[in-house]
């Protein structure tokens, strides 16, 4: 009976190392994309930059008037111009939450957002992030986000 229990008290010991792991990895994650809302709302296209890596994917899924729908692509460089072009404060957006997924040195993360311009609404939407771990740390490769009006729930 005692090995049992000792073997039980291993098990779920082990199991919540584990869970620990992913937890920090999954945080980490988090932090990244926080340094890029964060240097969003500050202005600062360096601490934007900081999020991604240099050659990032940005795109855009967009919904037209007459129900078709595109893939647009951006470019970082000029995303950081416009960063550094606005007042601090004016560009916010408000993460709705976190689903993180990591495997390996691969993490996805699922964002829906609202976006505002000054205490303007602008848009909603979701983020798709893709994320590579680097020496460094994680580093976004990869955005592409949803953007509408309506349906902000």
């Known amino acids: 009976m005692r090995l049992l229990l000792l073997s039980g008290i291993v098990l ?6 584990f869970a620990n792991a992913q937890t920090s990895q999954e945080i980490d994650v988090q932090e990244t994309i ?5 240097g969003m709302s500050e202005s600062d296209s ?5 999020a991604f890596k240099r050659d990032a994917i940005m795109q855009t899924i967009r919904t037209h008037e007459d129900g078709s729908v595109s893939v647009a692509g951006g470019d970082l460089s000029q995303f950081l111009i416009r960063i550094n072009e606005a007042e601090p404060g004016v560009l ?7 689903e993180i997924k990591i495997d390996g040195d691969l993490a996805s993360a699922w964002t ?22 680097t020496d460094d740390d994680w580093k976004i490769f990869h955005i592409v986000d949803t953007r509408r009006r309506d349906n902000c729930n």
């Open 12 to 17: 779920i010991s082990g199991m919540l190392q």
């Open 34 to 38: 926080d340094r890029l809302f964060v």
């Open 112 to 133: 829906p957002y609202e976006f505002y311009v000054g205490e303007e609404f602008s848009h909603c939407g979701v983020n798709s992030f893709q994320l590579v771990k």
């Open 92 to 98: 916010n957006e408000k993460l709705k939450g976190y």
């Open 46 to 50: 360096s601490v934007v930059a900081s």
